[in-house]
């Protein structure tokens, strides 16, 4: 029997060498050079002045707060909704809510930023009141609901339905079942769903800059006013933190669902 | 009331004050026509549409599409032998799959960002290759088609590597060695076994690549500077400074329409949903 050689199977290990350059390079030069005392893309020395730069800009700083306070209230909603969500849907599915769910996943962004923005300000006519945090809120909410109901989802699909039946055959309400039972097995996948909720909320610019008041800059309006202005050694300096914030983030995610609570007794 | 149909509640209220309403709004705005100081206005008209028919939107429409084509198929070349590495190697597999995943969890701002810093006239690339004496002057690398394509195949590639990889991986070892004891060369049998057989994992990364670069408006924005209109650009500007609403909805809802088309031929191929 022969074996089937990959054709040039060295070749294809340096392509691999040059495809993750290209993939990560960019960023690993931008953040080298965040560090550069000078303000052009030649070496100087080290330096920290773009960050100090950073933190004595009022504009960024309360971006990074809005950012902040949006991301973590958007995130709270969204996981709810999103998890009983899934758990309904996984009881009996609904084409409707699942249809829904999907094509609000695939709709341009900037569709998705205009069409929020036609409904807030159609309903403001009766409401007088004008954009500001909680449309942000909403519109996150909005985007971020798919996501979530789309790992839950996942989750649950490793989850054996005897068991909720076991507790209930024991005694437990639905409720109670839900609550001792499901929601303990479905932690790892609410983290998980969480954190991207948190991610996708913390980096949009397109649907956020349709529908923020002047009281709600997010960071990533902020970023993108100086970027279109073009490139500066404070924005490296910006990037730099961001990727590390959402490494950070990477690292928490990974150690949660690595570290799964009986996981394996509550498969089938 | 049933818990299952208590939980459903919010998921209903979601899809009906922020799914459905938005979009119902939209489209009837796409048939009325525009006030005189920007905003809507009776009557009911089919303005909107028929002026999509003209040449200047024709060929955005047209732009989109070929730049979105043109990253899929870029995508495509890049990521199959990286996919066809990932699932060759033994060692490292994982560190490699988190390798390609990490750009999603980066911001997708920021990697776009990055290539402004690298191609503008006093970026890497041009003092780099000035300093080497390859150039005299700085190459425009930037604000052109070039940029803009560079900026939506360096966004989208992972998810074209990911389900290329998925269905590498599941590829039965034995339908090769089948392939080599009847006398194919390795390379008939990559492109007659393994490439016919990835087909599934090809087709969902073209349609995960392909969907969003026709709707794409932050990078043609950033990197094109303004100078390179696609079809989100053209929503983006009826909405803010054209304000002509009646257009910018037809607009999106014709571009809605295209996506769920796209979407809607895969599925019927596939017969399955994504993810």
């Known amino acids: ?268 | 009331m049933k818990l299952r149909s208590w939980f459903l509640v919010p998921a209903w209220f979601w899809l009906a004050a922020l799914f459905a309403a938005p979009f119902a709004i939209i489209l009837s705005y796409s048939f009325l026509s525009r006030g005189v100081y920007g905003g809507i206005e009776l009557p009911w008209t089919w303005e909107s549409y028929t002026r999509l028919f003209d040449p200047l939107y024709l060929g955005i429409f047209l732009h989109s599409a070929i730049l979105a084509a043109g990253a899929t198929l870029l995508c495509l070349l890049l990521a199959f032998p990286a996919a066809l590495f990932i699932s060759r190697t033994r060692r490292h597999k994982y560190l490699y799959l988190q390798l390609v995943m990490l750009p999603f969890w980066t911001s997708f701002l920021v990697r776009t960002y990055a290539w402004l810093f690298l191609l503008r006239d006093t970026g890497l690339i041009n003092t780099a290759l000035q300093a080497v004496g390859i150039t005299h002057s700085p190459l425009p690398l930037l604000y052109n088609n070039g940029a803009v394509l560079l900026g939506l195949v360096y966004g989208y590639l992972p998810f074209m590597v990911l389900p290329i990889y998925a269905t590498l991986e599941r590829l039965d070892p034995t339908l090769l060695e089948a392939a080599a004891d009847l006398g194919a060369r390795p390379w008939a049998a990559l492109f007659r076994v393994v490439v016919p057989l990835s087909r599934p994992g090809i087709a969902a990364g073209c349609i995960l690549v392909f969907i969003p670069c026709l709707g794409a408006y932050l990078t043609p924005d950033l990197l094109g500077g303004g100078r390179i209109v696609l079809v989100g650009n053209l929503v983006q500007n009826q909405f803010t400074t054209s304000r002509d609403w009646p257009f910018g909805s037809a607009v999106s809802l014709v571009l809605m329409a295209l996506v769920t088309l796209a979407l809607w031929r895969y599925l019927r191929r596939q017969g399955e949903i994504l993810v």
């Not at chain 1, 330096?47 to 504009?59: E, G, K």
């Not at chain 1, 649950?156 to 068991?163: H, I, N, W």
């Not at chain 1, 024991?170 to 948190?198: K, Q, R, S």
């Open chain 1, 1 to 268: 029997m022969k074996r089937w050689r990959c054709p040039r199977a060295n070749k294809l290990g340096i392509y691999a060498v040059a495809f993750f350059a290209f993939l990560h390079l960019p960023l690993l030069t931008l953040a080298i050079f965040s560090f550069n005392s000078s303000r052009f893309t030649v070496w100087n020395h080290f330096s920290l002045v773009w960050y100090r730069a950073i933190f004595s800009d009022p504009q960024l700083l309360e971006g990074a707060w809005n950012s902040t306070v949006i991301a973590l209230i958007s995130t709270a909603l969204s996981t709810l909704i999103g998890t009983l969500c899934a758990y309904a849907l996984w009881k009996r599915g609904s084409r409707l809510v699942t249809g829904a769910l999907y094509l609000s996943l695939v709709t341009p962004e900037i569709v998705t930023g205009i069409s929020l923005l036609a409904l807030f300000q159609w309903s403001f006519r009766w409401l007088g009141l004008q954009l500001g945090m909680y449309t942000v809120i909403l519109a996150h909410v909005a985007f971020s609901l798919a996501y979530v109901v789309i790992v839950v989802s996942a989750r649950l699909r490793t989850v054996s339905p005897a068991l909720e039946e076991a507790a209930m055959d024991l005694g437990a309400t639905e409720w109670e079942a839900f609550v001792h039972v499901m929601l303990p097995a479905l932690v790892p996948g609410i983290v998980a769903a969480a954190l991207l909720a948190l991610t996708v909320s913390f980096d949009d610019y397109v649907i956020t800059s349709m529908v923020a008041g002047v009281d709600s800059q997010t960071l990533p309006m902020v970023f993108y006013a100086m970027a279109r202005r073009g490139a500066s050694p404070v924005i490296n300096a910006i990037s730099a933190l961001i990727t590390a914030f959402f490494g950070v983030l990477i690292v928490v995610s990974e150690r949660i669902s690595s570290r799964d609570p009986a996981g394996d007794l509550l498969r089938q």
